[in-house]
């Protein structure tokens, strides 16, 4: 049996968010067969610097949620760094 590989497109919108001097790169992926974004990415870091990149594989009801759901991520990400970097001192 020959097994044949298909090759969903995937399409994003990106969105910029910046939140205590650190910028967040939010990128909610579409898959070209469904009408709702199917993940989302979120590259975080501050501008120059390498980025972390967090990324959640789940369908969300709207490009909205996803939004708001990658600033969330990004901000808990930003505080998490703040909150190491005093403990560091």
Do not use: N
């Not at 399409?11 to 968010?17: E, G, I």
């Not at 009801?61 to 760094?81: D, H, P, R, W």
């Amino acid at each position: 049996m020959e097994k044949v590989m298909s090759l969903q497109s995937t399409s994003h919108d990106l969105y910029v968010h910046s939140y205590l001097g650190y910028q967040a790169s939010i990128y909610v992926l579409w898959e070209s067969s469904v009408e709702f974004p199917t993940g989302m990415l979120v590259e975080v870091g501050k501008p120059g610097a390498t980025a972390r990149t967090l990324r959640v594989s789940r369908p969300f009801s709207s490009s909205t949620e996803a939004i708001l759901e990658g600033k969330v991520m990004a901000e808990q990400y930003v505080e998490s760094q703040k909150s190491g970097a005093c403990a560091a001192r």
